[in-house]
C-alpha cells in the first residue's frame, strides 16, 4: 500500500528519537508486523490513543471558541447596525446548518486526505471568518463570514471528527472517549465565553471577534505536529484491539461516498428516528439556548456578563454529564438513556420562563446544573447506535444525523428571533421545544434493536 509523505510517521514518530520506549520503536519499524510487550519492567505505558485523544480534545475547544460568540453578539449587532434580531438569526441559522450539513462530507475527506490536513484547513477558514467580520457593514457580509465560512469550518471540525478518531483509535472504551471528546465542545464554551462576554461589554464585539480567529489558528500546529490519522502510522493496533489493524488506503469520491452512504441508510428505520431526535436535540440546545439564552436573560434585565457565566456553568456541568453518558453507554441500552435524558430536558425547559428574573437566584442555579447535565449526552449513545446499526459506515452516518441536528439547531434559532421580534418575548419558544423533546423521548425508545454482530455498512 503506497503512503503518502504525510501519512507517514514523521520525525516526532521516528525509533530513533525515542530511546525509552523500544516496544513502539521496533513496531514503528515494521509496522504490519507489530511486536507484542515484552517482559514487565514496573511502570505501564499509556496507549498512543489517548494522546491521540488529547489532541482531538484540544482541538475541538480551540474550534468551540466561535461557538461562544453568537448569542453575545445578537444585542451588540442590532445596537450598532440596526439589524433586526431576526436578520442576525439568520446569519446564526446558516452557520448552523452548514456546520451539520459539512459533516458527512468531511468524514468522507478525512478517509480520502487524512485527519491532519482536513482539520488544519478547517481551523484556517475558521479563523478567517471570524477575523474578516471586523471590517463587515452589511448584513450579507454577517451572512458570508459568520455563516458560510465559519458554518463551513466548524462543520468539518464538528461531531463526525470525534467519530472518526474514536473509530480508528478505540476498540474498546468506544463510550467514553465519545463522551470526553463530546465534552470538549463544553469545555470551550466555559473557557471562553466569561472571557468573550467581558471583552465584548468592555471593548466590544470586534476585539472578540479577533480573538475567536487567533484562538482557531493557535490550535493549527498542536493538529499538524500531534495528530496521526490511524494507528498503523505509529504501528500500535488500535486500544483494546486483539489484532493488528493496517491502514486502509485513500479512499476516493468522499462526496459520491458521503451522498451513497445516505442514499443507503435512508432506507432503514433506525436512520429517521435517530436524525430526527437529534434535530429536536439540537433545536433544544445549539438553536434554543446557546442562541437566544442570553438576550432572552438580557430581556429579563440581567446583566449580559451574568447571563453568560450562567452558560459557562452550563458547560462546566455538561462536562460532567456527558463523561458520565458515555460511561453509562459502554453499560446501558443507548435508546433509554436517548428516552431519559430528552425527558428531563423537555421538564427542564416548561420551567425556564418563570426561573428568568434579573438576578440570578437558587431555582435558576437548579435550572442550569440540571440542563447543563444534560446538555450534549445525548451524543454518545447517538453515536453508539449508529455504530450498532451501520458498522463501518457510521461515522458518514453520524455525519448526516448531526447534519438534522444543526438543520434542527437553524431552523429554531431563526423561529427563536422570529419569535421575539412577533410576541416580545421567548416564552412561546421555551414552551414549544419542551414539547419536541417529549416526542424526541418516545421516538428514542421505537428504535430497534440490531442483533451482536449484524452490525455492517448501511
Known sequence: MTQTADDAPNAADAPSTDPADPAEARSAAAPHHPVEAGPRTGRTRIHRAWFVAAVTFVTI????????????LIDPLHEEFDWSRGTIASAVSINLALYGLTAPFAAALMDRFGIRRVVAVALTVIALGAGTTVWMTSAWQLMLCWGLLVGLGSGSMALAFA??????????RRGLVSGILTAASASGQLIFLPLLSWIVSERGWRPASVTVALAALAVVPFVWLLLRDHPADVGLKPYGAKEFVPKPGPVPGAARRAVAVLFSAVRTGPFWLLAGTFAICGASTNGLIQTHFIPAAHDEHMPVTAAASLLAVIGVFDVL???ASGWFTDRFDARRLLAVYYAFRGISLLFLPILLGPAVNLPMIFFIVFYGLDWVATVPPTMALCREHYGADSAIVFGWVLASHQVGAALVAFLGGLARDTFGSYDVVWVASGGLCAAAALMALVIRRRPVGSAGAA
Open 321 to 323: 454529564g456527558t463523561i
Open 163 to 172: 467519530a472518526t478518531v474514536t473509530d480508528r483509535w478505540f476498540t474498546e
Open 61 to 72: 475547544i480551540g474550534a468551540a471558541a466561535f461557538r461562544s460568540l453568537p448569542g453575545l
